[in-house]
């Protein structure tokens, strides 16, 4: 195999602030001949792959064939210096703490970051695992057992406090507010 010599460093620089690459069938195919040689080579001499030497060799060749080949259509991707989702989780998370008092819902943040709801669920699930809705729901809960905590039994209802913070159906609320603390908002509302 004749080995590729290329600036591998540049290419992955130039990849890196790319948010998706679209290869052509034509370049997919001859990726997929060229891996499936490599694996027909090794599975034939088996001996090769205690050589460590080869080894590298091979690494660099793949990863070079790579690059080769989704490096022509990067003019064509969608290219950002700061990514679209990147931006939308700052302007999410600098909202979030500005609002900390207010029941915040999904369209909100869609407003405010001027994102789709469909890549505001991807930077949340890229970011931290969970959906915008459910993020919203949990800082709403929690600011309802804060309150509640904090609450005279004889002044304040319950269904006021969940009221305020966007819980309208109150056995559902009872329900997701006794599966994230362990017990019911009633019990929180009269340990005080």
Do not use: C
Request: proline share 2%; glycine share 2%; net charge positive.
């Amino acid at each position: 195999m004749a080995s590729i010599e290329l600036d591998i460093s540049f290419l992955m620089r130039k990849i890196r602030n790319t948010e998706l690459v679209t290869v052509s069938d034509s370049s997919m195919q001859g990726l997929q001949l060229y891996l499936k040689n490599i694996y027909m080579h090794l599975h034939h001499q088996t001996n090769l792959v205690f050589n460590v030497n080869f080894l590298d060799n091979i690494k660099h060749e793949i990863l070079s064939k790579i690059l080769l080949t989704i490096e022509p259509h990067l003019n064509n991707s969608k290219q950002y210096t700061f990514r679209l989702r990147d931006r939308a989780f700052i302007k999410v998370k600098k909202y979030l703490l500005d609002h900390e008092n207010a029941p915040l819902t999904v369209r909100q943040l869609i407003k405010e970051t001027n994102v789709s709801i469909r890549t505001l669920e991807y930077t949340f699930l890229e970011r931290i695992g969970i959906t915008p809705k459910k993020v919203l729901k949990s800082l709403r809960l929690n600011r309802v057992n804060h309150e509640l905590k904090l609450a005279d039994a004889d002044k304040k209802k319950i269904s006021d406090i969940a009221n305020y913070w966007g819980f309208w159906h109150m056995g559902q609320f009872a329900k997701d507010y006794k599966e994230m603390f362990g017990e019911l908002p009633s019990n929180t509302l009269s340990q005080k």
